[in-house]
Nanobody, 125 residues
Framework: QVLLVESGGGLVQAGGSLRLSCAAA????????MGWFRQAPGKEREFVAG????????SYADSVKGRFTISRDSAKNTVYLQMNSLKPEDTAVYYC??????????????????WGKGALVTVSA
């Protein structure tokens, strides 16, 4: 059973923008911390952004601060990642993930309980 589904990936030129969405299959995800992670070819998966259950607290990797924004719409059971000023080094498969621990603001992949299958983002120079 697929619980998290990412969408919105694609090809964009450097300097452009994309918005990723992550739709959750269960209402229980509205109480979970949610995170975005990415994995570039030949590299390990890395943290991108995290948000707590209410959307009040967020965290970002230094490499995306000021360019990416994570948000969530609990009524739609959806988490977003707005990506602006994209760079070729942002090219990766982006994964949405959920952490069921109360109050969590995800920052590490090992804390996540559920994962989506990923969405490919390609940024051309």
């Amino acid at each position: 059973q697929v619980l998290l589904v990412e969408s919105g990936g694609g090809l964009v030129q450097a300097g452009g923008s994309l918005r990723l969405s992550c739709a959750a299959a269960r209402r229980t995800f509205s109480s979970y911390g949610m995170g975005w992670f990415r994995q570039a070819p030949g590299k390990e998966r890395e943290f991108v952004a995290g948000i707590n259950w209410s959307g009040v607290s967020t965290s970002y990797a230094d490499s995306v601060k000021g360019r990416f924004t994570i948000s969530r719409d609990s009524a739609k059971n959806t988490v977003y990642l707005q990506m602006n000023s994209l760079k070729p080094e942002d090219t990766a498969v982006y994964y949405c993930a959920a952490d069921s621990k109360w109050g969590s603001v995800p920052t590490t992949s090992r804390d996540m309980d559920y994962w989506g299958k990923g969405a490919l983002v390609t940024v051309s120079a």
